[in-house]
């Protein structure tokens, strides 16, 4: 059997929109399909509405939890400025999968700067492999916005080696028992909906 | 998802804190303590989970400390642990109980935070271990963090010394693979065994536990020789590297095929069993992040070290291409040429993002008036010292836990007195801002100096009834402790008092006028006053209240209620080109600062909504 190489998942978003709750799934399912695993985050003070981001990474013997620069395979970002502040990260060839969704960063808010004019643009001027995807408004359709993070999964599943089964599973344990059914379904409807020809993927 | 006392031999993610949590539980531990401090916090949150351990929030490491030293030194395995700054509030007990030693084992955990992804210092705890003579060990990842936690109380008991356990951010805040063990049974602690000239420090016993201590150094080192975490893993023998910590991962993957010492007990070192590696390659590295702690003990020895901290940097955190772009550039061969490779297009001059109040958040309106104020305030450590940040800038100095209202009195102290005749300057009262946490931490005594020496400062203590920047744990405030068990109230008004406090007002810092009303009278008053800014963190006690909008006509785009910082306001450009703001109704918490900053009355509560308000 030949060795199965480290793969790298850089995931970004921001403080409050679930990123510890998708790194989370992603180690399980990992986990249980009979992979090492490490993945690290940071808590304290970048999480009140700061740029926040998780490494996840792995394979046969995974040494370091953290994703080197230049090395992702894959850049799951939950809101659209984090991803292109971390189009640098993937690695030759590898994959941007963005949520359509602008948050101003604080600076915003106090009117002292402004959010990129068109960011899906810049971001596929920077990175031509790039996938959208508007999470908020399909996890609304399952039935809260709040599994935004899960459709976020949903919409990266086909990039990762893992079965479906496998994924269904650990979201099971993962979420609260009374919002299975609609955190399923917003995996669904983020699988289904990862740039779809109909998506827009202005984010105003 | 599990268990916290599921059965032997299961397999389970966890982060390296909780892998330490769970290292304590299997080793017996009866008492774990802490002050909650980032990256260690989880420790203990996860601790309080598994039965048979005694957890507390103390109301700082020192006491945390001590409490632990007690507990040990009546006969019960102990935990203490803080964050790397929390070792030196607790230095005083933690350099007498290397003397004293312990009756059961005793692990200090510091959690060091390289980077300052959220601490005012990367000071390298490593340093600890040999001015306090006590044996520090160095976990890779969580696996190793369970499995040297549980030696690290029988290393503690055989050497009859407390145990530095040291982890960084990487290491308590990342997961891996851990197979969990059985909890050892202690026998239950009956009485306090009495042995005074062990346990009370007076120069006459202090003067012979000196000795027992350098000379517990001497046999610890003995042992460091044959500690199964030391490890020797031979490869090319080119190059011999000598690491530890979440630092000999990063190095495997920038150097897959050399020679490695690996330690995991990192003082005492083993001299022998480094000077026999050194004789097995022809070039010896050391690679360490922050100071070069191994490698100056190491040329110490007089072992020819081929490299060490000039390839890289005394500050902030490594990673994989760090440390293969410094192994690189020193000629190494056997580099991972992945790590080495140009990077992608980088986005510039993009906004940063950087943390901020949540919506809602209670500190928003106090620092708008104490912007507006134009004081000098003195801060602290807590979510209130982003009112340092744009768009407040009004705090303008902020140190370690607790200085806050002490920095404030020495200010006040050397400031020229205003002339006889001047007229009454209110810019020139020193301000001093702390929270309810930090306050109960080490801002007492600072109050009491404030009291006691006659001084004149404005303290400000905004008591959001939580230890909020940590994710809100309890504290001698809050009603309850760790253990979800109701608890006494420190009653703050009272004990500001009880201090000498003869000026003490409770605000409600939404009510902005109010605010600016009370601190304009108290700045202006010729003695101490304590200002209580009471409002429950909006977060942790999850309050929303109906959201507010913009009545779009009657915004004129003054951008006044920008002043007010909140990520639920947005500026945008209407179809008649004019600047507006709108209000996310997803964001917003309702607490009506922007409202009473717009002078348009352009910022409102829908009509349904009123009567559910506040």
Redesign the interface.
Known sequence: MTARPTMNVLLTG??GQGVVLASFVL??VA?SEGY????????????????VTSHFRFGDK?????V????ADLLMAFEA??G??Y??W???GGVLVYNALR??????????????DDVDG?IRA??PNTKCVNANELAAKAGT?KAANVAMLGAISSTLPFALGTWEEVIR??VPPKTVEVNLEAFRLGAAGASTSDTDCST? | MTSKTQTAEAVEILSGNEAIARGAWEAGVRLAAAYPGTPSTEILESMVDYEGVYCEWSPNEKVAMEVGVGASMAGGRALVCMKHVGLNVAADPFFSSSYVGVEAGLVVVSADDPGMHSSQDEQDNRNYAKFARVPVLEPSDSGEAKEFMVAAYDLSERFDTPVLFRTTTRTSHSKSLVTMGERVETAPVAAVRRDWTKYLMMPQNAIVRHQVVEQRVLDMAEYAETCPFNRVEMGDTRVGIITSGAIYGYVREALPDASYLKLGMIFPLPAKLIADFRAKVDKLYVVEELDPFLEEAIRLMGIKVDGGKELNSLEGELNARLVAQSLARAGLPGVNPDLLGDLGPQATDLPGRPPTFCPGCSHRGLFVVLKKLRVYVSGDIGCYTMGALPPYNAVHCSTCMGASISMAHGMAKVLEPPAEDAKPDLRKKIVGVIGDSTFFHSGITSLMDVAYNGGKTLSIIADNSTTAMTGGQENPGTGKTLLGEPSAVVDIPALCAALGIKRVTTIDPYDMAETERVLREELAADEASVVIAKAPCVLQFKIRKPVYQVVSELCIGCKRCLQAGCGALNLYTDADDDLKVEISATECAGCGICSQLCRQDAIVRPVSAEGEGS
Do not use: C, F
Not at chain 1, 36 to 51: L, N
Not at chain 1, 68 to 71: D, H, I, L
Not at chain 1, 109 to 115: D, F, K, N, R, V
């Open positions: 921001v403080g180690s399980h986990m090492d695993v490490k993945q690290s985050e940071v808590h304290g003070m970048a999480q009140r509405g700061g740029s995974v040494w370091s939890p953290l080197p620069e230049g090395t400025l984090e292109l502040r189009v640098h993937l690695k030759p948050i101003n960063p604080s600076p915003v808010s106090a009117g002292l700067a402004s959010y990129p810049l920077a990175w916005v344990k993962a105003r």
